[in-house]
T-cell receptor, first 116, second 112 residues
Framework: KAGVTQTPRYLIKTRGQQVTLSCSPI?????VSWYQQTPGQGLQFLFE???????NKGNFPGRFSGRQFSNSRSEMNVSTLELGDSALYLC???????????????FGPGTRLTVT | AQSVTQPDIHITVSEGASLELRCNYS??????LFWYVQSPGQGLQLLLK??????LVQGIKGFEAEFKRSQSSFNLRKPSVHWSDAAEYFC??????????FGDGTTLTVKP
């Protein structure tokens, strides 16, 4: 079974621009979560989508948004990019059925975003 | 507040030596606990997980972890480290499906 895929793998943007990152979960997984990883702040939870609805949200400004499609693929958008948005953005999927499998997350390779 | 603490930022061990990475959590009950490994420029790979039951859990790549409720700990161990184990290791807990809380990570260096 294919793992979580993220595109693009690397991205360079300029301050003020916006960016869209994409994540395809493992087949059959219905939950997709996004995390930001930086050397200073570590791994921080952005938001989680399940069945096209945002189910959980972290403490990030409204410039960070996401959505999920009917095939469970998810996109994350960052508007008005700032230098501090430079990070590795990781997507994780989980089965999200009842029971413990809903808590088990599988991560993609990440998108390295550099804002100049 | 709910949190995960990994007290060791960096650990160096010799190849073939044993390894223990520490993890403590702060939560009102027993959360679901995980260890992940991340190689440079890569995503996180799940090593092992603890939900309930036997407090010693086995994972991939020869790793194991022991849950100790009295100490709120979930330490990762490996009897004999290989050079390929050099990476960053993250402890995490999950109490809300889809939202994990991570420690700051421990970087493991393996000396030849």
């Amino acid at each position: 079974k294919a793992g979580v895929t993220q595109t693009p793998r690397y991205l360079i943007k300029t301050r003020g621009q916006q960016v869209t990152l994409s994540c395809s979960p493992i087949s059959g997984h219905r939950s997709v979560s996004w995390y930001q990883q930086t050397p200073g702040q570590g791994l921080q939870f952005l938001f989680e989508y399940f069945s096209e609805t945002q189910r959980n949200k972290g403490n990030f400004p409204g410039r960070f948004s996401g959505r999920q499609f009917s095939n469970s693929r998810s996109e994350m958008n960052v508007s008005t990019l700032e230098l501090g948005d430079s990070a590795l953005y990781l997507c994780a999927s989980s089965l999200a059925s009842s029971g413990t499998s809903s808590y088990e997350q599988y991560f993609g390779p990440g998108t390295r975003l550099t804002v100049t | 507040a709910q949190s995960v603490t990994q007290p060791d930022i960096h650990i160096t061990v010799s190849e073939g030596a044993s390894l223990e990475l520490r993890c403590n959590y702060s939560y009102g009950a027993t959360p679901y606990l995980f260890w992940y490994v991340q190689s440079p420029g890569q995503g996180l790979q799940l090593l092992l997980k603890y939900f309930s039951g036997d407090t010693l859990v086995q994972g991939i790549k020869g790793f194991e972890a022991e849950f100790k409720r009295s100490q709120s700990s979930f330490n990762l161990r490996k009897p004999s480290v290989h050079w390929s184990d050099a990476a960053e290791y993250f402890c995490a807990f999950n109490t809300n499906a889809g939202k994990s809380t991570f420690g700051d990570g421990t970087t493991l260096t393996v000396k030849p």
